[in-house]
């Protein structure tokens, strides 16, 4: 059965930094792993996603990386600014394209 | 277009009694799903229908019933609710399958049960 997890679980940073969340998966046969963002009260947007061919994608200040055989993924967001406070979950979905089986999330908060 | 809504936003059961979450969305899209949010354990799918008439199993079923008489429309139903239901529920749509199509989230009910 494939786990997710996710290291932090909480992070707080000063506004400016940049920053890796991480993200990591028992079972390496995955079709695609997707990042949401959770605004408090919200439901989940999607961020970024990542094709099992693929290594990485990037949209603006984010980037997502995918090491598929070691069963991890980051997500990298550079300059922080306190609107990105939010809890982000990683998800992947398996090779029958079904379902999405999410981790956890990080909650991070950026202090102006 | 509103997208995903959910109803109730917010609900107090006690134990035992029954209740119906209604999910509707307005993008004609085939596939929609309920999921159930708990602290420190991610979302966790409990059921999904891949289209009009058809419903299937998530990874947590027992205890919820679902039905997908109108397209739009996916309700979930607890016949009898136990505290261990008490929980943020999600629902989800999409126009396919989780590999190939962005899921659209609704805002979520957060439900109770004493």
């Known amino acids: 059965k494939q786990e997710v997890t996710q290291i932090p679980a909480a992070l707080s940073v000063p506004e400016g930094e940049n920053l890796v969340l991480n993200c990591s998966f028992t079972d390496s046969a995955i079709y695609n792993l997707q990042w949401f963002r959770q605004d408090p009260g919200k439901g989940l947007t999607s961020l970024l996603l990542i094709q099992s061919s693929q290594r990485e994608q990037t949209s603006g200040r984010l980037n997502a990386s995918l090491d598929k055989s070691s069963g991890r993924s980051t997500l990298y967001i550079a300059a922080s600014q306190p609107g990105d406070s939010a809890t982000y979950l990683c998800?992947?979905?398996?090779?029958?394209?079904?379902?999405?089986?999410f981790g956890p999330g990080t909650r991070l908060s950026v202090l102006p | 277009n509103a997208g995903v809504t959910q109803t109730p936003k917010f609900r107090v059961l006690k134990t035992g009694q029954s209740m119906t979450l209604l999910c509707a969305q307005d993008m004609n899209h085939e596939y929609m799903y309920w999921y159930r949010q708990d602290p420190g354990m991610g979302l966790r799918l409990i059921h999904y229908?891949?289209?009009?008439?058809?419903?299937a199993k998530g990874e947590v079923p027992d205890g919820y019933n679902v039905s997908r008489l109108k397209k739009q429309n996916f309700l979930l139903g607890l016949e009898s609710a136990a505290p261990s239901q008490t929980s943020v529920y999600f629902c989800?749509?999409?126009?396919?399958?989780?590999?190939?199509?962005?899921?659209?989230f609704g805002p979520g009910t957060r439900l109770t049960v004493l």
């Open positions: 989800a749509s999409s126009r396919g399958l989780a590999g190939v199509a962005e899921q659209f």
């Open positions: 998800a992947v979905v398996d090779n029958y394209g079904q379902n999405f089986v």
């Open positions: 229908s891949v289209g009009e008439g058809t419903t």
